[in-house]
Nanobody
Framework: QVRLVESGGGLVQAGDSLRLSCAVSGLIDNSYQLGWFRQAPGKEREFVSSIFWNCGRTDYADSVQGRFTISRDNAKNTVDLQMNNLKPQDTAVYYC????????????WGQGLKVTVSA
């Protein structure tokens, strides 16, 4: 089964950078998309970024475009989210997720980790 384990969350100040990592295991093949989502206190979960495991195509939410960068390392089986110029509104629990590329929705989720950005 697919297993996703996030690491790298923490408390930072506005303008700082933080790097989240998602260790991926159990994929049958490379035809998966990996995504990062977040849920701020009292708000709905929202899409942040995604990457196609095989070819590396990426997508970003408008709110993080130009500040966040998603990447994957096929050899290390990790998907990272480099977050630069963090803002207080980036404060949320961040989740790594996976789905087969043809699936309608993400169906495998990590445990989540907290990112707090102070003003």
């Amino acid at each position: 089964q697919v297993r996703l384990v996030e690491s790298g969350g923490g408390l930072v100040q506005a303008g700082d950078s933080l790097r989240l990592s998602c260790a991926v295991s159990g994929l049958i093949d490379n035809s998966y998309q990996l995504g990062w989502f977040r849920q701020a206190p009292g708000k709905e979960r929202e899409f942040v970024s995604s990457i196609f495991w095989n070819c590396g195509r990426t997508d970003y939410a408008d709110s993080v475009q130009g500040r966040f960068t998603i990447s994957r390392d096929n050899a290390k089986n990790t998907v990272d989210l480099q977050m630069n110029n963090l803002k207080p509104q980036d404060t949320a629990v961040y989740y790594c997720a996976a789905k087969w590329w043809r699936a309608l929705e993400y169906d495998r989720w990590g445990q989540g980790l907290k990112v707090t950005v102070s003003a």
